[in-house]
């Protein structure tokens, strides 16, 4: 289902910029709001010519030096403000038009993703960081979403840089964020309406990865099979303590972002990897396939833990850091994750 008036306008560019992060060359037709976008970013970046060119084309030319990398502050800062004007002006003429063509004017930006642009703008100048994905990893995952049209249920572990991306892009579907923090998801609904969040405590280490596999491969016609009703489950690898609400959802997309795993003794995404597989084979309703993003699957954990309930032959790419799995329905009589052929089972 595509996105009509102003809102297409603002996803397809949210899109754009995060894809390309400023292109070298951007032109503009001549008209109000191409000058307006022109007037602001000149004022609030002088440093980059805007040169006036022949047959009425204004062109806005945005030089990269050859010191600063793609995604410096100061190059996602200027995409921003430009972002954010070229975002007003049109919701600002959709609004006219429809005023003066005797209709009422729009609601103008939806307020997640005026919330995200503003949350963006302001980490611009802020330090790298390493954990934020890349625009690539970013790309691959809104695709997913545009998928399900403005109806996407999409499950999210981990409260991280990219929260407010995720709860804009799936903007008209159902987002929800699962973090170990409940600090963390106070702080996040609090600040910002409308985002869903819960806490869990999540009772793995890292250090215990193997220790775990072998539990869930004992356990695996029972407590830890594939199919079943994770509220009820007694498996060490299973999350089923959040809302019972939640386990009834067909989730068209889920992410593992979350919790922490970058140290033996933090809590490791085994649990979140093997419950989005869970999750994904038991759900009713909804398309044959879920799709899995698993992010730093190139660390031992999250590969490991996603060969063994994600399975390699559901592996549709590899994006950067980021893992995209196709994991289809299965049926309550079968018991193994993967092939028996597959070296993991």
């Not at 998801?185 to 869903?196: F, N, S, T």
């Not at 830890?224 to 994770?230: K, S």
């Not at 498996?235 to 939640?246: E, G, S």
Request: with cysteine.
């Amino acid at each position: 289902m595509a996105l009509k008036g102003p809102t297409s306008h603002i996803y397809n560019l949210v899109i754009y910029l995060l894809k390309s992060q400023i292109p070298t060359v951007t032109e503009l037709s001549d008209n109000p709001v191409s000058q307006l976008v022109l007037q602001l970013v000149s004022n609030s970046a002088s440093t980059f010519p805007v040169k006036k060119m022949k047959a009425g084309i204004t062109k806005l030319i945005v030089l990269h030096p050859p010191a600063v990398p793609a995604s410096s502050p100061r190059v996602l800062l200027l995409g921003f403000i430009s972002f954010f004007a070229l975002a007003s002006a049109l919701t600002f003429f959709s609004a006219k038009d429809a005023v003066e063509g005797g209709g009422k004017p729009p609601a103008g930006i939806p307020q997640p993703v005026l919330e995200a642009l503003v949350h963006y703008a302001a980490v611009a100048n802020t330090t790298y960081l390493s954990s934020r994905m890349s625009s690539a990893e970013v790309g691959a995952v809104a695709a997913a979403l545009r998928r399900c049209g403005n109806a996407c249920n999409f499950l999210v572990f981990g409260l991280s840089h990219e929260t407010l991306l995720w709860h804009s892009l799936n903007h008209g579907g159902r987002t929800v964020f699962v973090d170990e923090s409940a600090y963390m998801v106070a702080k996040a609904e609090e600040k910002h309406r409308g985002i869903e969040a819960y806490d869990i405590q999540f009772t793995t280490k890292a250090a215990q990865l193997y220790h775990l596999l072998e539990h869930a491969k004992e356990r695996g016609m029972k407590e830890c099979r594939p199919v079943q009703n994770l509220l009820f489950s007694d498996c060490k690898l299973a999350v089923n303590d959040l809302p019972n609400h939640i386990y009834d959802v067909a989730w068209d997309v889920i992410l593992v972002d979350g919790p922490r795993g970058y140290a033996p003794s933090s809590p490791g995404r085994m649990s979140a990897i093997f419950t989005a597989g869970v999750l994904a084979r038991s759900k009713v309703g909804g398309e044959a396939e879920t799709q899995v993003f698993v992010h730093e699957i190139g660390r031992e954990v999250e590969r490991v833990s996603s060969e063994r309930f994600l399975c390699n032959a559901n592996l549709v790419d590899l994006v950067d850091a980021l893992g995209h799995f196709a994991v289809t329905k299965m049926d309550a009589a079968n018991f193994r994750f993967c092939s028996p052929l597959m070296a993991d089972e």
